[in-house]
Nanobody, 114 residues
Framework: QVQLVESGGGLVQPGGSLRLSCTAS????????MSWYHQAPGKERKLVAT????????RYVDSVKGRFTLSRDNAKNTVYLQMSRLKPEDTGVYYC???????WGQGTQVTVSS
């Protein structure tokens, strides 16, 4: 059974950091384009970061460039989203996805508030 399980969300103050994890079963993350999406309250889900399945090249939307880092641990079959200098507008549910939205995790809530 293919499954993506996210973890690591929580409540953090503005300027703080969190690391989200996405552990896969049933697939090998290095064989897929892996992505993180953000869904702010009342808004559509949007792509924030991707890692390709060749050389591991990463790309980010402008709003998170320099603050978020997507990485992969092949031994753990896990991808991470290191989030730093968090802002209130980063609040929402973060979803891990494989293969451009064909496989989804359940999401993890991130709340940035003082």
């Amino acid at each position: 059974q293919v499954q993506l399980v996210e973890s690591g969300g929580g409540l953090v103050q503005p300027g703080g950091s969190l690391r989200l994890s996405c552990t896969a079963s049933g697939i090998t993350v290095s064989n897929y384009v892996m992505s993180w999406y953000h869904q702010a309250p009342g808004k559509e889900r949007k792509l924030v970061a991707t890692m390709d399945n060749t050389v591991g090249d990463t790309r980010y939307v402008d709003s998170v460039k320099g603050r978020f880092t997507l990485s992969r641990d092949n031994a753990k079959n896990t991808v991470y989203l290191q989030m730093s200098r968090l802002k209130p507008e980063d609040t929402g549910v973060y979803y891990c996805s494989a293969n451009w939205g064909r496989i989804w995790g359940q999401g993890t809530q991130v709340t940035v508030s003082s």
